[in-house]
């Protein structure tokens, strides 16, 4: 596992629209699992296996890098801190602002979102469910270019509300 691969998790699982017009979700702390993730129909390890050999491998200034985004490692997955303005927002923005990543959402019905996206090195579309205000579930299938190689890839995420307080976890800007 290297870099390059958390790099492309985050931006394929991170690049997700969430809105909160017809479902109002918590401000504060959230954590987002990632599972059932391929790459050329190949399966990968769960995002907390990924995180956890990563650990080892990322050097302090990367993981700083990774924190100024609002990316933060932590407990089964990745930690993302949401102030109430922006989950009064259409589009709550989970990715880095500086992304270039543009999310449209194509269909609202009932608890289900469909909805795709486009970054400079991925693209796709997928569904986002919303449980209740403190859990909502993803799937995403795309294309994406991490390597230099054109690739498709599919992941599954959960994300669950921790709190309000979002200790030492920063909002994105």
Same mark, same amino acid.
């Given at each position: 596992?290297?870099?390059?691969?958390?790099?492309?998790?985050?931006?394929?699982?991170? *690049?997700?629209?969430?809105?909160? +017009?017809? $479902?109002?979700?918590?401000?504060?702390? #959230?954590?987002?699992? *990632?599972?059932?993730?391929?790459? =050329?129909? $190949?399966?990968?390890? /769960?995002?907390?296996?990924?995180?956890?050999?990563?650990?080892?491998?990322?050097?302090?200034?990367? %993981?700083?890098?990774?924190? %100024?985004?609002?990316?933060?490692?932590?407990?089964?997955?990745?930690?993302?801190?949401?102030?109430?303005?922006?989950?009064?927002? /259409?589009?709550?923005?989970? $990715?880095?602002?500086?992304?270039?990543? %543009? +999310?449209?959402?194509? /269909?609202?019905?009932?608890?289900? #979102? %469909? @909805?795709? @996206?486009?970054?400079?090195? &991925? +693209?796709? &579309?997928?569904?986002?469910?919303?449980? *209740?205000?403190?859990? @909502?579930?993803?799937?995403?299938?795309?294309? @994406?270019?991490?390597?230099?190689? +054109?690739?498709?890839? *599919?992941? =599954?995420?959960? &994300?669950? #509300?921790?709190?309000?307080?979002?200790?030492?976890?920063?909002?994105?800007?």
């Amino acid at each position: 596992m290297n870099v390059r691969l958390l790099g492309l998790v985050m931006a394929a699982g991170l *690049s997700l629209p969430l809105a909160a +017009q017809a $479902q109002m979700l918590q401000p504060g702390l #959230w954590e987002l699992t *990632s599972s059932n993730m391929k790459v =050329d129909n $190949q399966n990968l390890p /769960d995002l907390q296996l990924i995180l956890s050999q990563l650990g080892n491998q990322i050097t302090p200034e990367q %993981k700083a890098a990774l924190e %100024k985004q609002g990316i933060n490692m932590g407990g089964k997955g990745i930690r993302v801190c949401l102030t109430q303005a922006q989950v009064q927002t /259409d589009s709550i923005p989970l $990715q880095d602002p500086q992304s270039g990543c %543009k +999310q449209e959402i194509t /269909d609202r019905t009932g608890n289900q #979102w %469909k @909805f795709r @996206f486009s970054c400079p090195k &991925a +693209q796709g &579309a997928g569904v986002a469910t919303f449980l *209740s205000d403190r859990e @909502f579930n993803t799937t995403v299938n795309g294309t @994406f270019n991490a390597t230099g190689i +054109q690739q498709t890839g *599919s992941m =599954d995420t959960r &994300a669950v #509300w921790l709190g309000q307080d979002c200790g030492t976890v920063k909002p994105r800007a």
